[in-house]
Structure formats: C-alpha cells, structure tokens
C-alpha cells in the first residue's frame, strides 16, 4: 500500500483524472463551462459553476480512498437546454457512451419532479456518474455527481499529507 510521498502523488493523479473526467461531461452540457474553480470576483462565472470535490473513504472491505465531485451548472435567469429536456438528456447520454463511458442509462422521475436522470461509469476513473437535468420556469439547471473510483491507501494519511502540504 502506497505511503508518504508516493500516496500524495497518487492522490494528486487520481483527483486530476476525476476532476477531468468530470469537465469533459461538464463540456458536453455547457461547451462554455469553465474549468477552474471560478475566480470570486467573476460574478457570472460564479452564477454558471460551482463544484464541491471531497476526499472520501471506500466503504468496501479493503478500505482505501475515493475522491467525490459536485458540480453544478446553469440555475441562473436565462440558461436554457438546447433542446427538449428529453433530447437534451439522450444526447448527452450519446456523447458519454461516444466518449468511453460504460454502462450510460437514463430515467425521468414521475409526478411533481420533472428530472430526467442518466447514469454512467468510467472504468478506473468513475464508479458512478448520476446527471440530473432541472427545467425550471426561469432557468434550467444540471446536477453532477460523480463518485470515484476506490485506490490503495489510508484516507486520513492523505488527508494529513494535503494540509501538511497546504500549510507549506
């Protein structure tokens, strides 16, 4: 099991690949959505994005670490879908499947929910990818979530070895 310097190197890789992996499905929604983490000053970058990325511990047997990303795009007065909710939905799911993701799925919720979900995975990358697509009166809105792939190591070592480092 990776330890110290290698177990943060590891660490970095693993959260770059999640974070990019996560952009690319973000550029299939939005081809304008930022990258980074918007800048505070940037008022309408800030309205369009926002993200949440955590460090996490597997609930597998053999434990380990797993990093999980939210993101969130649109919700603000006027952002629209191209396109029907529905058509919107089936193809982004095509673009997904297009790009190498598994096991693309989709569903709509009943009743007063009106969301249309897909579901996808990226082997080594992405355990589970769940995209809710919000239309909404003023704007419409997507919900990532993404939940990583599990990797060798003890998560409150990594933990430590972050702020260790940020403290630097």
């Not at 990019?20 to 008022?43: K, R, W």
């Not at 309205?47 to 990325?53: D, P, T």
Request: overall charge negative; some cysteine.
């Amino acid at each position: 099991m990776p330890s110290g310097e290698e177990l943060l190197t590891q660490s970095d890789e693993v959260r770059a690949e999640l974070k990019e992996s996560i952009h690319g499905v973000a550029l299939l929604i939005d081809p304008s959505a930022p990258y980074e983490s918007p800048d505070e000053g940037d008022n309408d970058r800030v309205q369009l994005f926002e993200e949440r990325l955590d460090l996490v511990e597997c609930e597998t047997s053999g434990g380990g670490y797993a990093y999980t990303l939210d993101r969130s795009i649109g919700n603000v007065d006027g952002w629209r879908f191209p396109e029907s909710q529905e058509e919107f939905r089936q193809h982004v799911a095509e673009q997904l499947h297009a790009a190498g993701w598994q096991d693309v799925t989709g569903t709509s919720y009943d009743g007063d929910v009106d969301t249309t979900v897909v579901y996808a995975r990226y082997p080594e990358i992405v355990d589970k990818l769940t995209i809710m697509f919000h239309p909404g009166a003023e704007a419409d809105g997507v919900s990532i979530s993404a939940q990583g792939s599990c990797h060798p190591g003890d998560v409150r070592e990594v933990r430590d070895l972050r702020r260790e480092r940020a403290g630097n």
